[in-house]
């Protein structure tokens, strides 16, 4: 992690907003195999679901909401698969989201019978709009479903032999007036009786993303601001993706005062997406901040999740695509190869290559594709290639004319050249006319 510079610091009196940072890892919680499984054309079955726990577990997740076992049958089995099956390690914790309903709840109580501990999440939606138009109920009514439910999981609780831990979202929580939203998550809390030493989580979702990040930040800084016995809660965020600036909200949530992130790897999830943990852990990552999340092999990592979600990785995705290590055009590889050669020559330990934000070993990547030749690449390029695929240092004064070479060949071509493909031309133009 020390091989990672800060950015540039702008001078204290010169900043536009307070100085925070994101200093250390929040308490992860993956919603894969909820949120982002109910957003799939095929959900996943009971098998996939397996793959994907074992490698959230792998990633080193500690909570992990598994379903909806109420709401779906394979949800239920999934739970009674991983509790009989003893496939949840200890340290980590299942999650499951319920509605405010007696028969609801009962389930979903069923399904984690036997495991050690368990997260119940409670969710009803808050908002104006849900509120008028899909419940028609006032906010007396909207808080009177909360509270039920809430007593409905704690009579649940007290009889459980599983140690439950407490969760509540008012759901839609962004198109919701700040003082409901804090006046049912406490009237949530007078019920659940939480303490420090038992914290309950009010999760405060971006259910859809309606505002500038900061506006998010904003309204997570005032809730952590307001919310009685702040040291009784946890405060969790989760962020949609309806305006692509879901990693944004999170970040700038975090440094408001959340101590929890709910998300998905790659940003699965509801329509645009869920917040993507991949992005939001190696980006702590490469500012020197343990995520405490391993994607030290993200190529495993994608495998599990293409084959287990039937979704692609975006070729350009934050720190995973195929294509984010690799430079085509002349005037990026040539910094990229002098920035490869300064690493070689001063052995400092720190990663500074132009263009390339993390050491793509760092995420079991290798050098091989940093540098990929079609016409619009240059001579720094193919001199990286030579040398770096067959040992060969192209002399100086040789460049500029295989370089015009290589360009003849791709454009005819349209293609991108392979490195077999750029010695074959280099022998024939050059060794074989000898
Ligand atoms: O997006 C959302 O509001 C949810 C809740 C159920 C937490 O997924
Ligand atoms: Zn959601």
Same mark, same amino acid.
């Given at each position: 992690?020390?091989?990672?510079?800060?950015?540039?610091?702008?001078?204290?009196?010169?900043?536009?907003?307070?100085?925070?940072?994101?200093?250390?890892?929040?308490?992860?919680?993956?919603?894969?195999?909820?949120?982002?499984?109910?957003?799939?054309?095929?959900?996943?079955?009971?098998?996939?679901?397996?793959?994907?726990?074992?490698?959230?577990?792998?990633?080193?997740?500690?909570?992990?909401?598994?379903?909806?076992?109420?709401?779906?049958?394979?949800?239920?089995?999934?739970?009674?698969? /991983?509790?009989?099956?003893?496939?949840?390690?200890?340290?980590?914790?299942?999650?499951?989201?319920?509605?405010?309903?007696?028969?609801?709840?009962?389930?979903?109580?069923?399904?984690?019978?036997?495991?050690?501990?368990?997260?119940?999440?409670?969710?009803?939606?808050?908002?104006?709009?849900?509120?008028?138009?899909?419940?028609?109920?006032?906010?007396?009514?909207?808080?009177? /479903?909360?509270?039920?439910?809430?007593?409905?999981?704690?009579?649940?609780?007290?009889?459980?032999?599983?140690?439950?831990?407490?969760?509540?979202?008012?759901?839609?929580?962004?198109?919701?007036?700040?003082?409901?939203?804090?006046?049912?998550?406490?009237?949530?809390?007078?019920?659940?009786?939480?303490?420090?030493?038992?914290?309950?989580?009010?999760?405060?979702?971006?259910?859809?993303?309606?505002?500038?990040?900061?506006?998010?930040?904003?309204?997570?800084?005032?809730?952590?601001?307001?919310?009685?016995?702040?040291?009784?809660?946890?405060?969790?965020?989760?962020?949609?993706?309806?305006?692509?600036?879901?990693?944004?909200?999170?970040? #700038?949530?975090?440094?408001?005062?959340?101590?929890?992130?709910?998300?998905?790897?790659?940003?699965?999830?509801?329509?645009?997406?869920?917040?993507?943990?991949?992005? #939001?852990?190696?980006?702590?990552?490469?500012?020197?901040?343990?995520?405490?999340?391993?994607?030290?092999?993200?190529?495993?990592?994608?495998?599990?999740?293409?084959?287990?979600?039937?979704?692609?990785?975006?070729?350009?995705?934050?720190?995973?695509?195929?294509?984010?290590?690799?430079?085509?055009?002349?005037?990026?590889?040539?910094?990229?190869?002098?920035?490869?050669?300064?690493?070689? /020559?001063?052995?400092?330990?720190?990663?500074?290559?132009?263009?390339?934000?993390?050491?793509?070993?760092?995420?079991?990547?290798?050098?091989?594709?940093?540098?990929?030749?079609?016409?619009?690449?240059?001579?720094?390029?193919?001199?990286?290639?030579?040398?770096?695929?067959?040992?060969?240092?192209?002399?100086?004064?040789?460049?500029?004319?295989?370089?015009?070479?290589?360009?003849?060949?791709?454009?005819?071509?349209?293609?991108?050249?392979?490195?077999?493909?750029?010695?074959?031309?280099?022998?024939?133009?050059?060794?074989?006319?000898?």
């Amino acid at each position: 992690l020390r091989k990672y510079r800060p950015y540039p610091q702008v001078p204290l009196q010169d900043r536009r907003w307070p100085d925070q940072m994101i200093t250390r890892a929040p308490i992860w919680c993956s919603v894969d195999l909820r949120d982002g499984n109910q957003a799939l054309i095929q959900p996943m079955n009971v098998e996939e679901k397996l793959e994907m726990f074992q490698l959230l577990v792998q990633i080193g997740f500690k909570e992990i909401e598994v379903g909806f076992p109420s709401a779906s049958q394979i949800e239920y089995d999934f739970l009674r698969l /991983l509790i009989e099956g003893n496939h949840i390690p200890t340290g980590v914790v299942p999650q499951v989201l319920t509605q405010a309903r007696e028969h609801l709840i009962k389930r979903s109580f069923a399904s984690i019978q036997g495991a050690r501990e368990a997260i119940m999440h409670l969710y009803n939606s808050t908002s104006i709009l849900q509120r008028d138009v899909v419940f028609k109920k006032d906010k007396k009514e909207i808080i009177e /479903l909360g509270v039920t439910g809430a007593k409905l999981i704690r009579e649940q609780a007290e009889r459980a032999e599983t140690i439950i831990r407490y969760e509540y979202s008012p759901e839609s929580f962004t198109g919701t007036e700040l003082d409901f939203s804090l006046e049912i998550c406490e009237a949530v809390m007078d019920v659940w009786e939480p303490s420090p030493e038992k914290p309950m989580i009010i999760n405060l979702p971006a259910t859809v993303e309606m505002s500038t990040p900061n506006i998010y930040a904003d309204q997570i800084e005032w809730f952590c601001r307001h919310v009685k016995n702040r040291d009784c809660v946890l405060i969790s965020v989760h962020a949609h993706n309806d305006r692509g600036e879901a990693v944004a909200a999170t970040e #700038l949530a975090l440094m408001a005062g959340a101590d929890r992130v709910e998300g998905t790897l790659f940003g699965n999830g509801e329509r645009t997406g869920n917040v993507d943990i991949v992005t #939001l852990a190696l980006n702590m990552f490469s500012q020197g901040v343990d995520p405490e999340l391993d994607f030290s092999r993200i190529n495993k990592v994608i495998n599990v999740y293409e084959r287990c979600t039937k979704m692609k990785v975006h070729p350009r995705h934050p720190y995973a695509g195929e294509l984010v290590y690799t430079a085509f055009s002349g005037s990026h590889q040539d910094a990229i190869n002098k920035g490869m050669t300064a690493l070689e /020559l001063t052995q400092s330990g720190l990663w500074e290559v132009p263009y390339l934000p993390i050491d793509p070993q760092d995420v079991g990547r290798t050098y091989e594709s940093i540098i990929r030749i079609n016409s619009q690449s240059g001579k720094g390029g193919i001199a990286y290639i030579m040398e770096h695929e067959f040992g060969f240092k192209l002399p100086n004064d040789m460049r500029p004319g295989f370089g015009r070479v290589i360009q003849e060949v791709s454009d005819a071509c349209s293609d991108e050249l392979s490195p077999e493909m750029i010695f074959q031309t280099f022998e024939k133009e050059y060794l074989f006319n000898v």
